[in-house]
């Protein structure tokens, strides 16, 4: 007859606090699980973003991630870049605020336009027609977001005309007329995903630079034998004074700029729904207990020892609040889950970003943290236990 | 042999209105097979003396040698230890485990004190027909009448097979007849070599006793 039979035993017998106790906690457990869902979610999110669009390395004009400028001399920069023997592939990216019109002026939009120096595979999925590498013969094909084309009213085979614009500099340049080869998902596209990709080439032609003009990113893919980390340091080597990152680094450095308040944000939220945790569990198991202190004082008075006593408390607190915990991960991946979905409705974010993101780091966190909450809760009942004198406590007994 | 001995004991209850003596040199022994019962007004000192003698509190002076050794040397495991394998307690509100059966609740204790499955099985057989209540074996508390619970207490109490029984008012909250029945199973559990300190209002269950005693204000007068 073991501390975990009584205990079991025990909880069975006072069902409605056991089940009160059990939903409490698997609330409060969902909600702490989706905090450390969300604590780590949106740069887990950014990270695979960045690692399934298949470069490792990237090169960034002044300004570093956050302040982008244009690269000077990108394209001297990018052939350097291709020689190394740890790089792979090099694409250039120019981005440029643009004015799409559909045939006929029907509708237009104001879109980002894309300039890639080649097919810049990963950066977006082809759902409708083709990329822009099988493209050849046409002088300007373009890529559409999918919501843009289904808002414009246009598919593959269809033509549109896009000016470009200049920021801060008038226009008075002609629009071009693009014909639509593919319509695409766009990686970092957001739910409007008003995004067109075009070759380099037909960009600067749309924003009439005279030259191959300074790309605002370069993307590197380092070879898999050499690993991100030599291909930065080879570039650095080859051309000083460049900013070059690895996607490692860049998640790092918006794990300090970007994503702090998410984590702050989720500390105070964990800390505080373990506190209430704690709360409902040792409210209840301390009114449990004195609820039970004449059949505790005579379980000591007939031998009982104090540490089976203390191993049933523990045991009833480990069974209310493992039940109640394991209930909180699927109520939590619900919650997360409808969460998700509102968050991710906020404008101009990528459509593939999520805020709560499963990791095993999150449930060890959580399982850590209701065994503390379990054994902080059964502490003090324990105490109670331990220290009752036991002649007096029966002698209240009777008397009451 | 005395199985316990009380000598010259006193115990005050600290009060916010002033110290308070339940027990006033209070001297008593109890040989090995002998059936005492101690009588006395409400809050005359009966259970704190039965509470003293069973190693559950402890006096402001004087000692308490039980089977040879002063209580008060003993450390609160020890003492546990004691009272587990070698003391049995019944109580007025017989504080059975409501969330075990009548079986599991005699168990209990021999578990406690380390008996294997099969032999305690065995022992808590036995005194479920030893009380008659085999029939109620897999009952709770909550399912027994109050006759039934007591007997199931006693049963609990005898689990390990104690020198001596400690009953505090064990037939308050039952009637004349069950009562009586229970007063029955003391004599029987006395004859079969258990010695017996009943503390009680019950005249009738006193009268069964080898040896009367009365207190008064905290001192033995009879």
């Known amino acids: 007859m073991s501390a975990l039979h009584l205990a079991w035993r025990t909880v069975r017998r006072y069902r409605a ?32 973003l960045l690692e399934h669009a298949g470069y490792d390395v990237r090169i960034v004009g002044g300004g570093g991630m956050t302040l982008r400028m244009p690269i000077p001399d990108s394209a001297a920069i990018a052939d350097a870049v291709r020689r190394l023997p740890e790089t792979e592939t090099v694409v250039l990216v120019r981005i440029l605020p643009a004015r799409l019109a559909a045939p006929g002026g029907k509708s237009s939009a104001s879109v980002a336009l894309i300039g890639v120096s080649g097919a810049a595979a990963g950066a977006w999925t082809i759902v409708r027609g083709v990329d822009l590498d099988r493209a050849s013969g046409d002088a300007c094909p373009v890529i559409l977001g999918r919501s843009l084309a289904a808002r414009v009213g246009v598919g593959p085979g269809d033509h549109v005309r896009i000016n470009a614009e200049q920021v801060g500099v008038s226009s008075a340049l002609p629009a071009i007329t693009c014909r639509i080869v593919g319509v695409g998902q766009f990686a970092f596209g957001g739910a409007g995903d008003d995004t067109v990709a075009t070759t380099l080439d037909a960009l600067h032609r749309a924003s009439g630079e005279d030259r191959v003009g300074d790309a ?46 998410f984590r702050q944000i989720s500390l105070v939220l964990s800390s505080l729904t373990m506190v209430f945790a704690f709360l409902l569990v040792a409210t209840l198991l301390t009114v449990s207990v004195n609820q039970r202190l004449g059949e505790i004082a005579a379980l000591r008075a007939i031998g009982i020892g104090r540490s089976r006593i203390a191993a049933m408390l523990l045991w009833e607190s480990a069974l209310l609040v493992g039940v109640g915990g394991l209930l909180a991960l699927p109520l939590g991946e619900l919650l997360a889950l409808g969460l998700d979905r509102i968050l991710r409705q906020m404008p101009a974010l990528p459509e593939q970003l999520h805020f709560f993101v499963f990791e095993p780091r999150a449930l060890v966190i959580h399982i850590a943290v209701l065994v503390v909450t379990a054994v902080a809760a059964a502490a003090y009942p324990m105490w109670i236990t331990a220290r009752m004198p036991i002649a007096a406590t029966l002698r209240r007994e009777v008397v009451g | 042999m005395d199985i316990v001995r009380a000598n010259d004991v006193s115990r005050v209850f600290p009060m916010p209105a002033g110290p308070v003596a339940a027990l006033r040199r209070v001297s008593l022994a109890i040989g090995a097979g002998e059936h005492v019962a101690i009588t006395g007004p409400s809050g005359c000192g009966k259970s704190t003396l039965l509470h003293l003698l069973g190693g559950v509190d402890a006096p402001t002076d004087g000692s308490i040698v039980f089977e040879g050794r002063d209580l008060a040397s003993l450390s609160e495991p020890e003492r546990g230890r004691l009272r587990l394998t070698r003391i049995g307690f019944v109580f007025q509100r017989f504080f059975l485990l409501p969330m075990l059966t009548a079986a599991e609740n005699i168990e209990l204790p021999q578990a406690e004190a380390g008996a294997a499955t099969s032999a305690r ?39 390990n097979r104690p020198a001596l029984l400690l009953a505090d008012e064990p037939t308050g909250e039952l009637d004349e007849a069950t009562s009586d029945t229970i007063a029955d199973l003391f004599d029987r559990v006395n004859a079969d070599g258990t010695a017996i300190l009943v503390v009680t209002h019950n005249p009738s269950l006193a009268s069964r006793a080898s040896r009367r005693l009365a207190m008064r204000s905290g001192r033995l007068v009879a």
């Not at chain 1, 698997?26 to 695979?48: E, K, P, T």
């Not at chain 2, 099985?121 to 027909?129: G, I, K, P, Q, Y």
């Open chain 1, 216 to 261: 605002d990113l370069i993307l590197v893919a380092s070879r898999p034998a050499a690993g991100s980390a030599a291909a930065v340091a080879a570039i650095q080597r080859a051309r000083p004074g460049l900013a070059v990152y690895s996607n490692d680094e860049v998640v790092e450095q918006f794990n300090r700029n970007g994503f702090a308040y």
């Open chain 1, 17 to 48: 606090q056991t089940i009160l106790a059990i939903a409490g906690v698997a609330v409060i457990g969902a909600l702490l699980f989706d905090m450390l869902l969300l604590s780590r979610g949106l740069l887990l999110s950014f990270a695979d």
């Open chain 2, 121 to 159: 099985r065995s022992r808590t057989r036995e005194l479920l027909a030893y009380v008659g209540l085999t029939d109620r074996a897999d009952h709770l508390p909550s399912q027994l009448s109050g006759g039934e619970m007591q007997r199931a207490a006693i049963a609990r109490a005898l689990a």
